[in-house]
T-cell receptor, first 114, second 111 residues
Framework: DADVTQTPRNRITKTGKRIMLECSQT?????MYWYRQDPGLGLRLIYY???????NKGEISDGYSVSRQAQAKFSLSLESAIPNQTALYFC?????????????FGPGTRLTVL | KQEVTQIPAALSVPEGENLVLNCSFT??????LQWFRQDPGKGLTSLLL?????REQTSGRLNASLDKSSGRSTLYIAASQPGDSATYLC??????????FGKGTTLSVSS
């Protein structure tokens, strides 16, 4: 079984809809991250959480919100989706007490906003 | 603001060649540097992680070096194979923050 899972894997939605992307991990890591990947722009950080009560904005947080429901779960929400939020979204985890905080990534969610 | 650059953006080589991928970063105050592999439409697989105090790390045919003072890292792939075809991403991290990624080098190895 995968250590970091993301649901859904693919999603097509319409402008203005609210959508939630979910991430779960069984690695026991305390830190979790959300990134988006766009062609030509690379991966950019949206939000990160160093523990359940610690949420931090990343480089491109506008239009997004997150919830850390438990140590193992970190959700990303788009309150009112817009077409330029079409991208590949990745969740990642790391262990602050582990091997130099190496990050491990989920398989990604491909989101299309029409 | 930390910026990470990877050159070249794309590289095509015949099978069996040794090759070097380059990564440079503007702020030398990094905690570690991580190299990833990404297959088309897939997630990222961590290849090597180098701590700021280390000079290099090796895993099989891969060797990554780090020169923090000059803001450079290289990923050396020995005896390339078609299965090595993928996009290779370099990312750096400062203490207490998340990764900053380069845009990647897309490698194509022909048989």
């Amino acid at each position: 079984d995968a250590d970091v899972t993301q649901t859904p894997r693919n999603r097509i939605t319409k402008t203005g809809k609210r959508i939630m992307l979910e991430c779960s991990q069984t690695k026991g890591h305390d830190r979790m991250y959300w990134y988006r990947q766009d062609p030509g722009l690379g991966l950019r950080l949206i939000y990160y959480s160093f523990d359940v009560k610690d949420i931090n904005k990343g480089e491109i947080s506008d239009g997004y919100s997150v919830s850390r429901q438990a140590q193992a779960k970190f959700s990303l929400s788009l309150e009112s989706a817009i077409p330029n939020q079409t991208a590949l979204y990745f969740c990642a985890t790391s262990d602050s007490g582990g091997s130099y905080n190496e990050q491990f990534f989920g398989p990604g969610t491909r989101l299309t906003v029409l | 603001k930390q910026e990470v650059t990877q050159i070249p953006a794309a590289l095509s080589v015949p099978e069996g060649e040794n090759l070097v991928l380059n990564c440079s970063f503007t702020d030398s105050a990094i905690y570690n540097l991580q190299w990833f592999r990404q297959d088309p439409g897939k997630g990222l697989t961590s290849l090597l992680l180098i701590q700021s105090s280390q000079r290099e790390q090796t895993s099989g045919r891969l060797n990554a070096s780090l020169d923090k003072s000059s803001g450079r890292s290289t990923l050396y792939i020995a005896a390339s194979q078609p299965g090595d075809s993928a996009t290779y991403l370099c990312a750096v991290r400062r203490t207490g923050t998340a990764l900053i990624f380069g845009k990647g080098t897309t490698l194509s190895v022909s048989s």
